[in-house]
C-alpha cells in the first residue's frame, strides 16, 4: 500500500517541499528511511513508531519504507515526524479520506503521541503560500508564529490523534488570523529620559536610528558611552509588518522563538561580548544557521568596546554593512540570509581612556593610541556614517533635576522621519537613507550650488578624507527628513559636518 | 666617482668611525693642519690619539682611518641618495660655523640651497599641543612661510608637524632629524619627511645608519636653533624638549618667540614661562614678519561676515564657553540649533574642535 503527503523542510531561509512517501509491504517487519536524511530524521523511526503505539493505534507489522523526496537533498530537523505517521497511517488506517495535495504537514513527535513545536514555521508557511498550499497543519505551540499569514488555513493541533481526527473529515478550529499591531507602549527600563545633559550624542543617536546610520560613540570610561546605547531599543522606529516577518523567519530558523513571543515585534538588539567569534557573528555551522548579524537584521548590532574585539571579527562585518545580505557557504551548502542591522560601537579612544579629556592627563604615546585606532580598519570606518565623542558628564549635571525628553517623544519624531524615508523610497528598492547609493544619493541629495562650494570649502579646512562626501551627505538627508524638509539646507549639511569627529585627526 | 674633496673625505671618514665621540673627533681636527692629514700623517695622529685611548684603541681607530674607508661611507651615501655637508665644505651654513658646537657633517637630503637661506625660522613644539593652537601655529606660519623665509623644525608629530605641512603648502622647509635619514622618528612620519625631502630639506647630523637615541634630541635641537635667526616656541609644558631649542637660542643671541597661553593649560607652560623671562609674545603673522624686516600690509587679514547667530557664539566660546552641552542648557537651547552655527564657524577657521565635544577659539 502507498501514501504520500507533503511536509517541508529548510534551506537557509527558504522552505524546501519535501514529499514523503510512505510503502507498506508484506515480509519481515522493517523500517527504513531513504533519500538523504540527516540523524534527527532517522531517528524518527523511533519517535513515530512510539507515537503512533501511544496513540492507540495500530503500528503495522510489515516492511515499511519511508522515501523522502526530492532525494538528492539532505533533509533535516524533526519537522518531518508527523508527516512521515500520518503517511503511515494513512496507508494503514481506514477513513482518513480528507484530500491531501493542497495540505502541508510539519510537526515533531513525543513518544506519548504530542505534538512538538519545530523551528521555521514562518517561513515554511510563507514558501507554502507561494507555491499554492492552502492548509498547513502545525504544533499547536508555533500557532503564533503563523497566525498574521494570510491565505493560507493554518490548523494548529497539539496531538497526533487530533491530527489523524483532522485527516478523517472532522473539523478542527482553524487558527484565527490576527492582525499585525505594533507593540504596546513599554517602560523600557533604559530610557533616554534617565540620561542627564549629553545633549550632542542623544541628537546622533535619534539621527542614527531615524536614518539607520551606523554610529560609533567615542569616550572616556564612564562617559557613558554603554548607557546611551542601551536607550536605543527605546527610541527604534516601530516595525513594520514586513520587517517583522523578515526577522522573525531568521529567529524561527535559528531556532530563537518561544511559543509565547510568536512573531517579533521589537526590533533585535544583539550585544556579542568581545570574544565572539566570526562564526557566531556572520553563522555558519554544521547546519548554516545565521549568525549575530543577520539575527540582529532590522535591528541594531551593538559592539562594546569595539577595538577590543579581534580584527578578522571586525572585517567580517563589512561585506554585511555594504550589502545587508550574507551568504553563509559550508560543506552542507550555502545559506543566503538578511543581515540589515545597524551598526553601533563603542570605543575609548585610546588605551587610557583619558585622550582629550578635561579632568585627565592621557598618559599614552602617540604610537599607541595610534595603533590602538589602527585595530578599527579605514575601510570599517568609512561605513560608519556618524562618529562622535561622548563627553564627561559634570556632577551638577548628574544631580539637576531638569527634566529629560522621555526616549517616546524621540520614537515618535524617529517613526516620522522614517515614514518619510519608506515613502521616498517606495520605488528604489531601499528602506533608509544609509542604504542609499550613488544613484539615489544623486537623486535625492542635491545641494545648492552655494552650499556645494561650502562643503568643498570644509573638506579643505577640516582636513575631511573625500570619501567622508557620501556619508555625510546621507546624515544630512536624515537631518533634512526630521525636520520635515523637501531639501537639503544648509543647516542640514552643516549639522552633519559637525558629526564627523574621528577621522579628522590624520594630517 | 664622487666629488668629495680630500679634506671632506677626511672629515666623512672620521664623523663615520665607530667610538668616537664628537669632542675627541674635534679635538684630532684641531691638532692636525688640515683634515686630510688624517690619512697621510699617520704616525703623529697614531700618537695623539693613543693619548686619549690607549695604544689598543688608536691602532682599531686608526685601521679605519683611511680613503678607502672613505670611499665606501661616500657609496653608501650616494645609494641613498644622501649628500654630505662637512664644516668644510662650500655649502655648510655660516649660522651654524657661529655656534660652539657646529656638527662636523650634515647629512642632507633634498635642496641643499636652503642651508644657505637667506631667513630662516625656528618652529618647534611639543608632541601634545593643542588643536586650536595648531590652527594658530598654521595661520601664524603660511604668510612667513609664503614671503619667503624658510621655517626649520624637527620631524615629531603635534607642533613640528604642522610646521612641515604648513611650509610644504606655502613655503621652504628644513627638517632636522635626531637619528639618521635611514630612520625618521616618529615612524608615522615617514611620508610627510619624504615629502620634504622632495620639495625641502632633511638634515642629520648623524650618519644615515644611526638609530636614535633618547641623548640625541636635546643635542639636535641645537641644530634648530643654529639653523634659525629667530625661534618660536609654539607649545610645551614644564618639561618639554622645545625648552632645549629655546635655551640653545638664547645662547646664541638669536630672538624667542612663543605663544600665549591662559593660566593652567599644562601644554602652554614652558611658552608662559619663557614670555616671562623677556622672550617675545608672538601672536599674529605680523610680530614675526616684523623679525625680518617684512612687510606686513602684504598679508590680508581675512574678513569674516558671521551671521547674528555666529557672533554671539563665537563670542562666548572666545571668552570662554568650551563645553557645548553647558552652553546648551545655560541658554535653553536644542543641540541641533547650534550645530550648524559650530560648523560654520570651524569651517571659515575661527574655532576648533577638540576631542570630547569641546570647542577653542583659533585666536
Redesign the interface.
Known sequence: MLSKITSYTLQGLDGLPVDVEVDISRGMPKFDIVGLPDTAVKESKERVRAAIKNSGKNFPVAVITVNLAPADVKKEGSKLDLAIAISLLRATETGMERPIDKTVVLGELSLNGAVRPVTGVLPICLAAKEKGFTTLIIPKANEEEACYIDGIKVIAVSTLNEAVRYFKGEEIAVTKLKKFTPPEEKDFRSDLKYVKGQFIAKRALEIAVSGGHNILMVGAPGAGKTMLAKCIPSIMPDMTFEEALETTAVHSVAGNLTHKSGIIKVRPFMTPHHTATRISLVGGGANVLPGLVSLANNGVLFLDEMPEYARTVLECLRQPIEDGVITVSRAKGSNVYPAKFMLCASMNPCPCGNYGSENAECKCSDAQIKKYRAKISGPLLDRIDLQIHVDNVKYDDLVSTDTEEPSSAVRARVNTARKIQRERFSEDGIRTNSEMSERELAKYCQLSSEDEKLFKKSFETLRLSARGRSRILKVARTIADLDYSENIQRKHLLEAISYRSFDMKEN | MNSYTKTELAVLCLDALDGLEYKHEKALLSFVKTPAELFTDKNSVKKYLAEFFGEAKANTVLLSLNESFAESVVDGLEKRGVTAVTCYSDGYPERLKNIDTPPLVLYAKGDLSLLKSQKTLGAVGS?KTLPNTEALLKEVLKPVAAAGVTLVTGSA?GAD??VL?TALESGKVISVLTGGIDHVY???NRS?IERVAKCGLVVSEQPPDVVPKFWMFPVRNRIIAGLSDAVLIASGDKKSGARHTADFALNYAKQVYAFPYSVGI?SGELCNELIKNGASLCDSAKDLLLEFGLKDEDIEEPVFELDEDEKVLYEAIKNGQ?????Y??KNNL???EI??????L????LIV??????YKPVK
Not at chain 2, 339 to 344: E, G
Open positions: 608632541r608629530s608637524k604642522t605641512s616618529p615612524d608615522c610627510i599644562t568650551e563645553d557645548m552641552t553647558d546648551c542648557m536644542k543641540f541641533f550645530a550648524p552655527t559650530l560648523s560654520s570651524e569651517i571659515q577657521g574642535k577638540l576631542a570630547g565635544n569641546r
